[in-house]
């Protein structure tokens, strides 16, 4: 029986800014989800028995704060009086941070959301590619919504997109951060997926210059202590490399229905959270069923999903066989392996060797320097046998335990 971890619904696919490296197709559409189709998600999650003690529901739109505070009170009200007792769920907002105002502050704490605000740094950084549809910078509204989220004590977290410019910048991005009292921050990078293609990582130099700029931050970041609380690419890294040996790396993107995702009209995808909305007729668009009309048992029947659980599993056997990143990946990132290499069943990605490669490569760095004796060095001959010294040698701390 799968166990969702993850459920990611799109209450609407409308979003009021259109950023240049925004891969979602639909987001000038007013859609939104209707009630019943909430209710049959929720009832049926919840009746399938697909779970463990928490579930994790994230509201990605398009942008979720642009249907009114009302409509999450009900859908909140909905998931609540359907429940299991024992279940923890825990509602989580990833938002442009415009259209931030004290209602939607006093509803965040009301319902303590999981919040995350799109910033991508100082304003000639975010203003390049985070525009209006008419082609203004968003950033005066996005700062302006942060700076409220503090004013009002509301916790959140930053995730800001690099691009060529910002990552030649840790400095000046981390004095923004500082200078903002951005206490949480994550970095992406702009990925290909599906019609996009992206100009960051097809750069030449991309991956010295995102290992300099983690390196550079993450020595800033110690040398200004309570500044930069949690930094998500080195603590969850650190997290991966340093644990105890007999706990194996869990990829939850390449377990079916672990990471589940449904659009306003009840569309059910798993997998990456972005295969849902890109156009493929060879995987129908990557939908399941609806959940208007199928049950969760009859998606995992379905034959699409067999398909994709083959192609995807014969993409992590590879990736097993070949790569010596394995222990700390688990196979990637589905979406990177179809829009880079054209299939699933494949290995390296411009995605991974700089999320999974270099990041790895920067913590063992690290690692070697604070403690020179702590790894048996003299039987190390490959990077891939390192990890399981490095796995060996550690017990995993609960200050390493990714946070947020
Ligand atoms: S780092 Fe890349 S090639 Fe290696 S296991 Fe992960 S996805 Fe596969």
């Keep these: 029986m799968p166990t969702i971890q993850l459920l990611v619904v799109q209450p609407t696919p409308f979003c009021n800014i259109d950023c240049k490296y925004c891969y979602l197709p639909n987001r000038t559409s007013k859609a939104v989800i209707a009630r019943k189709t909430l209710y049959n998600l929720f009832s049926q999650v919840f009746s399938s028995g697909w779970f463990g003690d928490g579930l994790s529901v994230v509201w990605h739109a398009g942008e979720p704060l642009v249907l009114p505070i009302a409509f999450y009170r009900d859908a909140f009200g909905l998931v609540e009086s359907l429940r299991p007792p024992r279940l923890q769920v825990v509602h989580s907002f990833q938002t442009n941070g415009t259209l931030i105002d004290d209602d939607w502050c006093a509803f965040f704490a009301e319902a303590?959301?999981?919040?995350?605000?799109?910033?991508?740094?100082?304003?000639?950084?975010?203003?390049?590619?985070?525009?209006?549809?008419?082609?203004?910078?968003?950033?005066?509204?996005?700062?302006?919504?942060?700076?409220?989220?503090?004013?009002?004590?509301?916790?959140?977290?930053?995730?800001?997109?690099?691009?060529?410019?910002?990552?030649?910048?840790?400095?000046?991005?981390?004095?923004?951060?500082?200078?903002?009292?951005?206490?949480?921050?994550?970095?992406?990078?702009?990925?290909?997926?599906?019609?996009?293609i992206s100009e960051t990582l097809r750069a030449s130099g991309i991956e010295a210059a995102y290992y300099r700029f983690l390196g550079e931050f993450w020595k800033l970041s110690a040398a200004a202590p309570g500044k930069i609380k949690f930094l998500r690419e080195i603590e969850t890294a650190l997290q991966q490399v340093i644990r105890p040996k007999e706990v194996q790396f869990y990829n939850q993107l390449v377990q079916p229905f672990a990471v589940t995702s449904i659009d306003w009209a009840g569309n059910i995808s798993t997998f990456s959270p972005e295969l849902l909305g890109l156009k493929n007729p060879a995987y129908n668009n990557f939908i399941l069923g609806n959940v208007n009309r199928a049950t969760f048992a009859d998606l995992l029947d379905s034959p699409l999903l067999v398909r994709l659980s083959a192609d995807i599993d014969a993409g992590v056997a590879m990736c097993r066989d070949q790569c010596e990143y394995f222990s700390v990946c688990g196979g990637g990132e589905p979406v990177n392996k179809l829009a880079e290499n054209g299939t699933f069943a494949s290995t390296e990605t411009a995605y991974c060797r700089l999320t999974k490669m270099r990041t790895t490569d920067l913590i063992l760095k690290a690692l070697d320097q604070i403690s020179p004796d702590g790894f048996d060095r003299g039987s190390i001959t490959s990077e891939g046998e390192r990890f399981d010294e490095a796995a060996v040698s550690c017990e995993t701390s609960p200050s390493m335990r990714r946070t947020g």
């Design 112 to 196: 303590q959301i999981n919040l995350g605000v799109s910033i991508d740094g100082p304003r000639h950084f975010h203003d390049r590619n985070r525009l209006t549809r008419s082609g203004r910078g968003t950033f005066d509204r996005t700062i302006a919504g942060i700076r409220l989220l503090r004013r009002h004590s509301i916790p959140f977290h930053v995730i800001s997109v690099l691009s060529a410019a910002s990552i030649a910048s840790p400095r000046e991005m981390f004095d923004f951060y500082v200078a903002e009292g951005i206490e949480r921050v994550c970095f992406n990078i702009e990925e290909s997926e599906g019609d996009h």
